[in-house]
Every structure is written in C-alpha cells, then in structure tokens.
C-alpha cells in the first residue's frame, strides 16, 4: 500500500522553528521528484520547496533562505521552517511525483502568538 506520512506540524510562535518529516512507504522513492506543498486557509495550494530529480533545490520566494528541504538517502525527507511567520499558517503537504503522483494527508502548522 503506497503511503506518504507527513508528521512535525504544531503551534509555534512568529520567529520559532518547527521540522516537518515525510516517510513514504510501498513504493521505490528512486527517481522520483519530492517536494512539500501548503494551503492556507481560503487559499489554493503551493508549492513550497522540491528537490528534483537531478538534486536540485527549489524554494518559493515566501519561504527562501528560511526554509530548508532535505532528504535521506532511502524514504524520508524533510522541510526544516525557521523564523516562521504567521502567514506560514496552513496545512503542509509532502508530494513524490515521477510516474505516479503521490500526496500526504497534511499536517497543521499554525504560526501565532
């Protein structure tokens, strides 16, 4: 059964850090492009940060140089969020895309204080 499971979300205050994970099971991650996506309430869905295919790393213009994506060398990555903002509020989704497309359920993450 392919799964993607995101986990990390929380409640953090303007300024602080949280790190997202994502574990993708039942299928081979090789060659497939990861990213995490967010949607903010009312809003659609963007992308947030990838790492293609060839390793390289993208970032949207709201999240870069505060946001860092990694990933391990089998199922896992990772999207490390510092000095979070209020309108980084939203829920976090981890993307694989290569043949098929696969999503996570999203996690909470609400920036407040």
């Known amino acids: 059964q392919v799964q993607l499971v995101e986990s990390g979300g929380g409640l953090v205050q303007p300024g602080g850090s949280l790190n997202l994970s994502c574990e993708a099971s039942?299928?081979?991650?090789?060659?497939?492009?990861i990213g995490w996506f967010r949607q903010a309430p009312g809003k659609g869905r963007e992308e947030v940060s990838c790492?293609?295919?060839?390793?390289?790393r993208y970032y949207s213009d709201a999240v870069k140089d505060r946001f860092t994506i990694t990933r391990d060398n089998r199922d896992k990555w990772y999207l490390q969020m510092n000095n979070l903002k209020p309108e980084d509020t939203g829920v976090y989704y981890c993307?694989?895309?290569?043949?098929?497309?696969?999503w996570g359920q999203g996690t909470q993450v609400t920036v407040s204080s």
């Open positions: 993307q694989a895309a290569g043949g098929f497309e696969y």
């Open positions: 039942g299928f081979t991650l090789d060659l497939y492009a």
């Open positions: 790492i293609n295919n060839s390793g390289h």
